[in-house]
């Protein structure tokens, strides 16, 4: 975790307040759904993300309660390392949704070589690593064009790097977001939430 950071870990189903603190400083959320800390380790699912995982991972540990959720505000692919020295060391599916805040900063092959460096990290120390496409926001027609072909690339990395895609892609996308255009509203946390919820119960099924 970088130096100055704070880490709340909230048992479900509490709420912790929203951060605007400085990089260096902002909060890192964790949920923890109530089976989590004391589940078989390869039963357990990580889910790693910015922003928009905050209210998913609230939706998720009441359906899941196997699941540990970790937000991290602003989260960019360069945090995940960080992030990651946090949690658990070997075993569990780990889940990321990163990457939103680098669309605009990152040309597509820096941010495909990026995320390739954090899959070999990954795949040394987790049995399953599933990654969630790049989610949607109110962008300009380039930026759009942009983001959909990072998720063309990043299929491709998972199939070369044996982790999963996740596909976050819906039709009229517009009415699960919030009014600033860039976070997930109710129903658009409520969606992704049970896409990955549906992704690792079908994990959690093989394994009992």
Same mark, same amino acid.
């Given at each position: 975790?970088?130096?100055?950071?704070?880490?709340?870990?909230?048992?479900?189903?509490?709420?912790?307040?929203?951060? #605007? *603190?400085? @990089?260096?400083? @902002?909060?890192?959320?964790?949920?923890?759904?109530?089976?989590?800390?004391?589940?078989?380790?390869?039963?357990?699912?990580?889910?790693? %993300?910015?922003?928009?995982?905050?209210?998913?991972?609230?939706?998720?540990? +009441?359906?899941?309660?196997?699941?540990?959720?970790?937000?991290?505000?602003?989260?960019? #692919?360069?945090?995940?390392?960080?992030?990651?020295?946090?949690?658990?060391?070997?075993?569990?599916?780990?889940?990321?949704?990163?990457?939103?805040?680098?669309?605009?900063?990152? +040309?597509?092959?820096?941010?495909?070589?990026?995320?390739?460096?954090? #899959?070999?990290? #990954?795949?040394?120390?987790?049995?399953?690593?599933?990654?969630? %496409?790049?989610?949607?926001?109110? !962008?300009?027609?380039?930026?759009?064009?942009?983001?959909?072909?990072?998720?063309?690339?990043?299929?491709?990395?998972?199939?070369?790097? %044996?982790?999963?895609? !996740?596909?976050?892609?819906?039709?009229?996308?517009?009415?699960?977001?919030?009014?600033?255009? !860039?976070?997930?509203? @109710?129903?658009?946390?409520?969606?992704?939430?049970?896409?990955?919820? *549906?992704?690792?119960?079908?994990?959690?099924?093989?394994?009992?």
């Amino acid at each position: 975790m970088p130096e100055g950071s704070k880490t709340i870990v909230v048992k479900q189903p509490a709420t912790p307040k929203p951060s #605007l *603190a400085p @990089r260096s400083q @902002r909060k890192t959320f964790v949920y923890v759904g109530e089976e989590a800390e004391n589940v078989e380790v390869e039963k357990r699912v990580i889910l790693i %993300g910015d922003s928009n995982v905050r209210q998913v991972g609230q939706n998720l540990v +009441e359906q899941f309660n196997k699941i540990v959720t970790i937000c991290q505000p602003g989260a960019k #692919l360069e945090d995940v390392e960080g992030i990651m020295e946090s949690t658990p060391k070997d075993g569990d599916t780990c889940v990321i949704e990163v990457g939103t805040n680098n669309l605009f900063a990152d +040309e597509k092959q820096e941010f495909i070589k990026k995320y390739k460096a954090i #899959l070999q990290e #990954l795949k040394k120390k987790r049995r399953r690593v599933v990654v969630m %496409g790049i989610l949607p926001r109110r !962008l300009s027609r380039e930026m759009e064009r942009k983001r959909t072909s990072v998720n063309d690339e990043l299929w491709e990395l998972c199939q070369t790097e %044996g982790a999963e895609f !996740l596909n976050a892609d819906f039709d009229v996308w517009d009415k699960y977001l919030g009014r600033d255009g !860039l976070h997930l509203n @109710r129903y658009g946390a409520d969606k992704i939430a049970r896409k990955i919820f *549906a992704s690792v119960k079908c994990c959690c099924k093989a394994l009992n």
